[in-house]
């Protein structure tokens, strides 16, 4: 009866907990949704100002109009940041939220191309582009996305308000329970505690144990969690404010400076069939110009594989894993003869001892190898013959796999860096943008392992995979 009693009370507990907690989610869901609803309706109010105070100005030439216009076109930007960061993460939202962004930047171009023109003195084709009816479509699609977000959202609203209802009534039906129990068990335990008093205490001797060991593995957890999230929250801010918006820019307008390039360049050529033409100008037009706008589209072009590189390294920590038992020794020995013809060239070799198997995600195994024993290839020392070695062993339940090398070797205080996003090491003569590890390293928590490296400059480098033998896809680190 005791037993029982103490069954039924933890399990009110229990219930009346996670009533409460899914109340507070309930509450703050409700309270993420308004924000998004308001949000959204700030954004499409202001993006009218700004059509707005353009159409004011195209039609008046006053230019008290561009001053709505242009505090509307301020301000937009961080609404349109504030509005995606709202729906992040939200599958049902988030698409419609990135189109309603495009939408917007493309009608913003669209306004400040036709104020530019004005401002010039280009008002008829300025107002040609209005009649187009171009802003016009794209408004219309806007506030159509709009209201797709809008109606999304008041069903949320609705639904999650009838959830929260019911969780509060649950929660005080269970604290009934609860107070009925307690006396209940009041009663009991008078009744017997002096026959289980003895029993009681090694129960709580065995809580108090399992207590312990449960506390390290939340620290543990809470701290592999943790350095997840601060990594992927810097490549969200990277990728989304950092590089890409000016990115977009910067390539926009190299076009145009190459457009006005070649109009500047037929009217020197014009110029010069009637007299002659500063050779200093022909130069800076034909030759420097060209030039510098070359330089600037070959470094926006790094920049864009580095947020492909950055995008594929977020995407791969969203992929879901597929667990099966992998046989490494063939699986490593075809990575190594992909890798023949920069072996043959290097005059190395890439040996492959028999390794243990385990249960893994395939795809995310051959790219952590792939990049590993890449890496070893590429930076091998030509000073001498190039011996990679892999191997591995069984480990008390993990498995443990080695990937060695006699090349270059990575400084002491380069450990841990070579890890991080965009930092390498040594002599920066071998193509890359420093990824690759950052990618590896993510990869291997994801699937629940660790990796380290020791290495001495001019001998070579070790790095060193760890694997539970089991991937458990709730134990796995979902970064």
């Not at 990115?247 to 006005?260: I, K």
């Not at 099966?324 to 043959?344: C, F, R, Y």
Request: glycine share 8%; net charge negative.
């Amino acid at each position: 009866m005791l037993t029982l009693a103490i069954a039924l009370l933890l399990a009110t507990n229990v219930a009346t907990f996670v009533m409460m907690a899914r109340t507070a989610q309930y509450n703050d869901e409700v309270e993420t949704t308004q924000q998004l609803r308001r949000q959204t309706r700030t954004v499409l109010i202001r993006l009218i100002d700004a059509e707005t105070g353009q159409r004011g100005f195209l039609l008046t030439g006053n230019p008290e109009y561009l001053e709505v216009h242009g505090e509307a076109s301020r301000e937009l930007p961080d609404q349109l940041r504030d509005l995606t960061a709202l729906a992040a993460g939200d599958p049902d939202i988030e698409p419609r939220v990135a189109h309603l962004r495009e939408l917007a930047e493309a009608k913003l171009a669209e306004l400040d191309r036709t104020v530019s023109m004005a401002r010039v003195g280009r008002v008829g084709p300025a107002l040609g582009i209005v009649r187009s009816n171009e802003g016009k479509a794209a408004m219309d699609a806007f506030r159509a996305e709009a209201l797709a977000i809008d109606e999304i959202s008041q069903t949320r609203l609705q639904f999650r308000t009838r959830q929260s209802e019911w969780a509060g009534s649950i929660t005080v039906i269970a604290n009934a329970i609860g107070g009925l129990l307690i006396l209940v068990l009041a009663g009991i335990a008078a009744w017997l505690i002096r026959r289980y008093v003895m029993e009681v205490q090694e129960a709580r001797e065995a809580v108090y144990r399992l207590n312990a060991g449960l506390e390290g593995q939340v620290r543990e957890r809470t701290a592999d969690l943790t350095r997840a999230n601060e990594e992927i929250q810097r490549f969200a801010y990277i990728v989304s404010h950092d590089l890409r918006a000016p990115l977009v820019n910067v390539m926009g307008y190299t076009s145009e400076l190459e457009q006005a390039g070649k109009v500047v360049d037929k009217a020197i050529a014009e110029a010069e069939s009637k007299r002659k033409v500063d050779p200093d100008v022909i130069m800076a037009v034909r030759e420097d110009m060209p030039e510098a706008i070359g330089f600037i589209r070959a470094s926006t072009e790094k920049m864009d594989r580095l947020i492909n590189a950055i995008l594929k390294l977020s995407r791969e920590g969203r992929r879901s894993l597929a667990p099966e038992l992998l046989d490494m020794t063939p699986m490593v020995q075809g990575i190594a003869d992909s890798l023949n013809h920069q072996t043959a060239e290097a005059g190395a070799e890439i040996v492959v001892e028999p390794l243990p198997r385990f249960e893994s995600d395939r795809l995310s195994v051959e790219q952590i190898f792939g990049n590993l024993v890449d890496n070893a290839v590429k930076y091998l020392d030509h000073s001498r013959p190039g011996v990679i070695t892999v191997s591995g062993e069984d480990q008390h339940g993990w498995v443990v796999y080695r990937i060695s090398d006699n090349g270059r070797g990575i400084s002491p205080k380069d450990h841990e860096r070579i890890f991080e996003l965009f930092r390498r090491s040594g002599r920066q003569d071998r193509a890359g943008e420093g990824l690759g590890l950052a990618f590896v390293r993510n990869s291997v928590r994801r699937l629940g392992g660790d990796i380290t490296v020791e290495s001495e400059l001019g001998k070579g480098s070790t790095f060193t995979l760890k694997f539970p033998t089991r991937l458990i896809l709730a134990e796995a680190g979902d970064y």
